[in-house]
């Protein structure tokens, strides 16, 4: 059975057809909760995030609803035991979707990204059991990659420290941020693109507020700073 494409999110329906990709996972999962499913879950939370789907099978590169037969048992095991405390080092953000496709269930999780904080998300206790998410698979993260998210989640990041040896009007190249505003609206559609400059900054990271003045971070110079406040960073 072919799923009907029209009652499912815009993002599984478009690459149901395609198969699995980098931000989707589909899984069986008739009756229960498959083990490789906390795999993905590691993999998405350290990576960028994505949909991990039940009730999808594949044969043999086509990808066709099945349906899951208990659905209440099978979100409730996958739910529960992902909140134990035993099973993922960190809490994951999680947002279940449930759909009826001509009588078969399907469930659909979208796991977020963890900040860096919150990384390396392990299973069972062991941290060689991280997993990273490359192309359509879940794969073991190597220990020079478990090393870099440990040094992030404990570092304050040379990039998002503040930056104030040049005035904030002097840290700015306008037609640098320009583009880079530009760019930012034709991909993010509902935000104002006539906001001023220093609001937009502000509201996305790129200036701290120190009392009643704003100092930029190391990254917004580096994206977008006046060849000034460039060679101040690096000489």
Do not use: C
């Amino acid at each position: 059975m072919n799923v009907k494409i029209k009652n499912l999110p815009s993002k599984i329906k478009n690459l149901l057809e395609a198969g699995e990709w980098n931000d989707i996972e589909f899984k069986a999962a008739r009756t229960a909760v498959p083990k490789s499913a906390f795999d993905t879950v590691s993999a998405f939370a350290n990576t960028h995030g994505g949909w991990l789907v039940f009730g999808v099978s594949q044969h043999g590169e086509e990808f066709k609803t099945t349906g899951v037969e208990l659905p209440d048992k099978v979100q409730g095991d996958f739910l529960s035991v992902l909140h134990a405390d035993a099973k993922v080092n960190h809490d994951v953000q999680v947002t279940e979707k449930r759909y009826d496709i001509d009588g078969a269930t399907i469930l659909a999780f979208h796991i977020a990204e963890n900040p860096r904080t919150r990384k390396p998300v392990y299973l069972d206790g062991d941290i060689r059991r991280t997993f990273l998410r490359k192309g359509s698979g879940d794969y073991k993260a190597q220990m020079t990659d478990i090393e870099r998210m440990l040094r992030d989640a404990t570092v304050d990041r040379w990039d998002s420290q503040p930056f104030d040896r040049v005035l904030l009007k002097e840290a700015f190249h306008p037609s640098s941020l320009q583009w880079y505003r530009d760019r930012f609206h034709q991909v993010n559609s509902g935000f104002d693109p006539k906001q001023p400059d220093q609001e937009f900054l502000y509201h996305w990271g790129y200036l701290l507020r120190d009392g009643k003045r704003f100092i930029p971070i190391r990254g917004a110079i580096m994206l977008f700073g006046s060849p000034l406040a460039v060679h101040q960073l690096i000489p």
